[in-house]
């Protein structure tokens, strides 16, 4: 019955690598987000997504790339990890944007 | 750019007391606002949500407040419990741009 799944839970991997994050809610809600949570714990938004538009945060390296094979599902892409990728990764969604917004138990990566 | 600050950082209460969480924003023009709660190595759990329009919303113990127009929000904390130990953190949607604050870490003394 979980909302929002995020698989794997834990991912650590070698610098260099391609990795990706799956993500999937079963609320039925049109948006989702990827946040990213560093080891200072502070969240910052990543990408929101719907089926009409993908914002990005500016501050975000084209080597991360959302990916959404149906509205259920929000795929997270990084390509040639680095170092500073290491962090938790946390997937959300909401009904609409700017709705409420629902958050998976995270992804905590580490890049060695 | 919206900045999202949280005062205190750190709280520590005895059980039963009524406690309240401070928020601040620089840009009034939100959309909404959220309250979340953050158990450690958890993801988070919504707790309150505040449209643009409205003044306060409350949950059971929880009340939330917002103020657009002074860029402050509280969260009411009433009769305190050891559960409610957790990282609070508040966050201001700006059209689907949601900024965090940094939490207060909140422990609850029985």
């Known amino acids: 019955d979980t909302a929002v799944s995020q698989t794997p839970k834990y991912l650590v991997t070698q610098m260099g690598n391609d990795k990706s994050i799956k993500c999937e809610q079963n609320l039925g809600h049109d948006t989702m987000y990827w946040y990213k949570q560093d080891s200072k714990k502070f969240l910052k938004i990543m990408f929101s997504?719907?089926?009409?538009?993908?914002?990005i945060n500016e501050t975000v390296p084209n080597r991360f790339s959302p990916k959404s094979p149906d509205k259920a599902h929000l795929n997270l892409h990084i390509n040639s990890l680095e170092l500073g990728d290491s962090a938790v990764y946390f997937c959300?969604?909401?009904?609409?944007?700017?709705?409420?917004?629902?958050f998976g138990p995270g992804t905590r990566l580490t890049v060695l | 750019k919206q900045e999202v600050t949280q005062i205190p950082a750190a709280l520590s209460v005895p059980e039963g007391e009524n406690l309240v969480l401070n928020c601040s924003f620089t840009d009034s023009a939100i959309y909404n606002l959220q309250w979340f709660r953050q158990d450690p190595g958890k993801g988070l759990t919504s707790l309150l949500l505040?449209?643009?329009?409205?003044r306060e919303q409350t949950s059971g113990r929880l009340n939330a407040s917002l103020d657009k127009s002074s860029g402050r929000s509280t969260l009411y904390i009433a009769a305190s419990q050891p559960g409610d130990s957790a990282t609070y953190l508040c966050?201001?949607?700006?059209?689907?741009?949601?900024?965090f604050g940094a939490g207060t870490r909140l422990t609850v003394k029985p």
């Open positions: 966050a201001v949607d700006n059209n689907n741009d949601m900024r």
């Open positions: 505040i449209q643009s329009s409205q």
């Open positions: 997504y719907n089926n009409k538009e993908l914002i």
């Open positions: 959300a969604s909401s009904r609409l944007a700017g709705g409420e917004q629902f």
